[in-house]
């Protein structure tokens, strides 16, 4: 502490004035404090981040991120670290491997696709300025898309697909040091920008986006260029001299059978659009083992076909049209 002194006008006798000494406290680091809080109350905060992105996964680029961490704890006094890895299957079987190097051994022959990863890192680092190893905990979970979609298509209606969102893979770490957290979350968050990444093509993307709007256009564009077509044959059905019922009677039912028919086709077709469009998947998986393959070959063969479906319905719709504009054009003359 420091003192000084402070001279009175009454009395010119000496006063001594305590001054706090601020030196010390300022040299009390965020990253001590942190470590007190940890050691007094036992607690550990918490950050996470999601990813929704159509990731290509495999053993290789888990290898990578293996390295990735290994890398980054060897910045630091590592007083003590495990790794676990959890492989769920899509039968709810599971394997679990008590360290990574055990993993690397997982049977790649096995038949069951895989439907999700979970990674978990158990981490003691000390560092410079504490007194204490510190505990950090990384979890990674890691969901093969094609698979994922799959089950859900056979649980939920196909309208809630659009509806419902989800992540794709989600890293929480659990520590002591806020810098230190930011330091991993980053590492792990340019490892998943450095995957292979499925690209759709602009416009399937955007007409599955708005594919649950085609039977509604589909069949009332159609309804309606039947509709122009009907009301430019009245001249040839009914010339300005004559009139008669019978001929009425039979155009009237014609109308309304053509009309009926157009709605009905232009339903269909659009029915049949929509669903081969919402058919087609991104080719977003986690590919460890043969059952993996086989189902991104089928969910590819699923794609193509869907696609085909669309651009003949597609195409058989834009001749519709096409042929209705020159119908009434040919009416018209």
Not at 89 to 105: A, G, N, P
Not at 123 to 129: E, W
Request: charged residues 25%; aromatic residues 10%.
């Amino acid at each position: 502490m420091t003192k000084s002194e402070i001279q009175t006008s009454d009395e010119y006798s000496r006063v001594e004035r305590i001054e706090p000494d601020r030196t010390a406290a300022e040299q009390i680091s965020l990253q001590a404090y942190q470590a007190a809080y940890n050691e007094i109350t036992g607690k550990t905060e918490e950050i996470s981040r999601d990813y929704n992105i159509a990731y290509q996964l495999g053993m290789s680029d888990l290898e990578q991120l293996n390295i990735k961490v290994e890398q980054l704890c060897e910045q630091y006094n590592l007083i003590e670290a495990n790794c676990n890895v959890t492989v769920f299957h899509q039968e709810d079987t599971k394997d679990r491997f008590s360290s990574f190097e055990r993993f690397k051994l997982y049977n790649s022959s096995n038949p069951s696709p895989v439907e999700s990863i979970l990674i978990e890192y158990n981490l003691l680092i000390s560092l410079p300025r504490t007194q204490k190893p510190q505990p950090y905990k990384i979890e990674l979970r890691m969901a093969s898309g094609i698979v994922v979609l799959q089950q859900v298509r056979e649980r939920l209606p196909a309208g809630l697909l659009k509806i419902i969102g989800a992540s794709s893979a989600k890293v929480t770490i659990e520590y002591v040091d806020y810098m230190l957290a930011r330091n991993i979350m980053g590492a792990i968050d340019d490892w998943f920008k450095a995957l292979n990444i499925s690209i759709s093509a602009k416009p399937i993307k955007l007409l599955r986006k708005y594919s649950e709007s085609f039977p509604g256009i589909s069949k009332y564009g159609l309804l309606i260029f039947m509709s122009y077509i009907t009301y430019k044959m009245i001249g040839n059905y009914f010339p300005s001299d004559v009139f008669s019922p019978r001929i009425l009677t039979e155009f009237l039912i014609s109308a309304f059978l053509l009309l009926f028919f157009s709605y009905k086709v232009g339903a269909f077709l659009g029915g049949k659009l929509e669903k081969s469009l919402d058919a087609t998947e991104e080719l977003s998986y986690i590919s460890l083992n043969r059952g993996d393959e086989k189902q991104i070959n089928k969910i590819k063969a699923n794609n193509r076909k869907s696609l085909i479906i669309a651009a003949i319905v597609f195409g058989f719709n834009f001749v519709v049209a096409i042929s209705a504009s020159l119908i009434a054009n040919h009416l018209s003359k």
